[in-house]
């Protein structure tokens, strides 16, 4: 479309015959809807020439309005590409003998890895020419600087010469939680609940070149604080100063290090930037999110310390809005510390593993600490060693107690698994991938439909998360069961998943149909967020789903937590919930083995 605007004021106004939106001029510009595709990139916007002020001569630049760039892979992107995308951005770029330099500003988030939830205002700035570059335009009434130092480029290239575009952001924020950390606008969410990474120093280099094409790895360093937790307080030891989030999708160590050079500072009259530089290195090709740190959580009454857990903090999200912690040694092989005070006097010390979640309706929950050594008062008591965690796996995409149409299943025809590293030695993936049994079984109705699925084939995604893809069809409208194996995987400490019937739940059926008479469900019902309406459904609240724990401490506590939600714009009756809604069962040939099922 064309714009003219003679005068100086901008234009937006409404009549018969539609709105007319202009900048202030005086203007001339072209627009149009442009996608642009590159290796590892890709970009679409509305992009136009217009004539800019510069001093006190026009001259011609190319800008944007809702441009989106994704950075990730693979391109063109897909419902499963990982990696960062801009939205909602604004361009400036000018050319300067054949060559741009420019930037493009708009919110910036992580897509595609499951467990982080990670957005900041950025600016990208592209700079093709590689030399120095200070230009002051107004665009729209509005003054824009485009300004690179002598030292300011666009890429880097490798030892074999590959040209590598880097982008460096200073002001990242991560939350791993039940949120959103902030509110519209821009304060902290006061019922927000989990922990907060800000403050992120975050490094990304894109490889659009050699075999490497489309790949990327990015390192975000930032520091750390809990949402909602009064009193709990976490911090960084001394040998981790910063939290890292760090992936390699590139397939391969990267072991030269790539300088990325990210802003700390802006000079508000020249436009200048001060920049620091993060090597971006890996030492090896797992693909697999790392969120951790060594940390200190300690909780303090009037100065004096209650308690503190010392160790590496391991981080995942769960589904609900959860997150699932779990605190070890700082070197392999050793366990976290906790110890208890009375004043200034620690009375108890432990070493072992722990693991607690935050975010749920509880905010900070012990789930399970594992013993090694005892101390008290100074004496040392060891244990033997309790041995590993029981492995775990969740539903991804639709997840715990999800709704999906099931003539959507049929057609996409997979289904994918997150399998839970909780004792952080890695997965045995030939126990994942082998056809020598299935790590499920799907119900209906308490039968077993698994060979409904007809010829089901297991590959891995990234990092932990599985694609089962299958054949077969699901035959009928109802709320099935994934029921996970015993025994039928292992990570790479040989801890098998236990014999416990392990299950999680969805429910599908084809929404032109309904759910069926005895649903209860009417047709003005919708399901949150524009999801499908469902029946209600619950969960285990405390124990935590899939935690295992020891019935001694389950018979103390006297009691199990279950939060009933609803899955439609009506709420949960009350008056229904009476008590028959919990089995306590064993799994065929266990003893003292107890499964908690809804």
Do not use: C
Request: aromatic share 8%.
């Amino acid at each position: 479309k064309f714009l003219i605007n003679t005068g100086s004021q901008a234009v937006n106004v409404t009549g018969t015959f539609g709105s007319i939106v202009v900048g202030a001029g005086p203007l001339f510009a072209i627009e149009a809807n442009l996608s642009l595709t590159f290796p590892g990139v890709e970009i679409s916007g509305v992009f136009g020439f217009q004539n800019v002020t510069e001093g006190s001569s026009t001259v011609q630049a190319i800008t944007g309005s809702s441009v989106r760039v994704f950075i990730g892979d693979p391109i063109p992107s897909t419902s499963n590409s990982i990696g960062l995308e801009l939205t909602g951005g604004q361009a400036v770029f000018v050319d300067q003998g054949g060559l741009r330099a420019g930037f493009i500003s708009g919110v910036v988030r992580l897509v595609g890895v499951p467990g982080l939830t990670l957005q900041a205002t950025m600016t990208l700035r592209i700079n093709q020419t590689t030399g120095a570059m200070s230009r002051t335009f107004v665009v729209d009434g509005q003054e824009k600087k485009v300004v690179f130092t002598a030292n300011e480029v666009s890429t880097a290239t490798d030892g074999a010469g590959t040209r590598i575009p880097l982008v460096g952001s200073n002001n990242f924020e991560a939350f791993i939680g039940k949120g959103p950390s902030r509110l519209p606008d821009g304060s902290t969410n006061p019922d927000a609940v989990g922990l907060l990474i800000s403050n992120i120093q975050m490094a990304l280099a894109v490889f659009t070149a050699g075999p490497l094409t489309g790949k990327f790895a990015f390192d975000g360093q930032g520091s750390i604080g809990f949402l909602g937790l009064p009193g709990l307080q976490v911090g960084l030891n001394a040998v981790n100063a910063t939290f890292g989030l760090r992936l390699n999708r590139t397939g391969q160590a990267i072991t030269t290090a790539i300088n990325v050079p990210v802003i700390t500072a802006v000079n508000a009259t020249t436009g200048e930037n001060t920049y620091t530089t993060i090597p971006l290195t890996f030492a090896d090709a797992s693909d697999i999110a790392q969120f951790k740190a060594g940390v200190r959580i300690h909780f303090d009454i009037n100065s004096q310390p209650v308690f503190d857990l010392s160790g590496m903090m391991l981080i995942r999200q769960l589904p609900g809005g959860e997150a699932d912690v779990t605190v070890t040694g700082l070197t392999p092989g050793t366990g976290a510390s906790i110890r208890i005070y009375s004043g200034s006097t620690e009375v108890f010390g432990f070493s072992g593993t722990a693991d607690f979640r935050i975010g749920g309706t509880e905010g900070f929950k012990l789930q399970d600490f594992r013993i090694n050594s005892v101390q008290f008062f100074g004496a040392s008591l060891n244990l033997t060693p309790p041995g590993g965690r029981p492995l775990t796996a969740d539903l991804a995409g639709f997840g715990d107690g999800g709704v999906i149409a099931r003539d959507v299943l049929n057609t996409r025809k997979y289904i994918d698994v997150i399998f839970n590293d909780v004792n952080g030695v890695g997965l045995n993936e030939a126990s994942i991938t082998d056809s020598s049994d299935l790590e499920f079984k799907i119900l209906r109705g308490g039968t077993d439909v698994t060979s409904e699925l007809g010829t089901v084939t297991t590959a891995r995604l990234s990092g932990n998360t599985y694609r089962y893809s299958f054949t077969g069809s699901l035959t009928q409208d109802a709320e099935y069961s994934i029921e996970f194996q015993p025994n039928s995987w292992q990570d790479n400490a040989a801890t098998a998943n236990k014999a416990m019937k392990a299950a999680q739940d969805f429910i599908a059926y084809i929404p032109s149909s309904g759910f069926g008479g005895s649903s209860g469900l009417t047709t003005n019902q919708s399901g949150a967020n524009g999801a499908l309406p469902a029946p209600p459904t619950a969960r285990l609240l405390n124990p935590a789903p899939g935690v295992a724990v020891n019935p001694v401490t389950l018979a103390a506590q006297r009691f199990i937590d279950v939060v009933f939600e609803s899955r439609t714009n009506a709420d949960i009756d009350p008056a229904t919930i009476n008590g028959d809604e919990l089995n306590l069962s064993n799994e065929a040939g266990q003893s003292g083995l107890k499964d908690a099922q809804l």
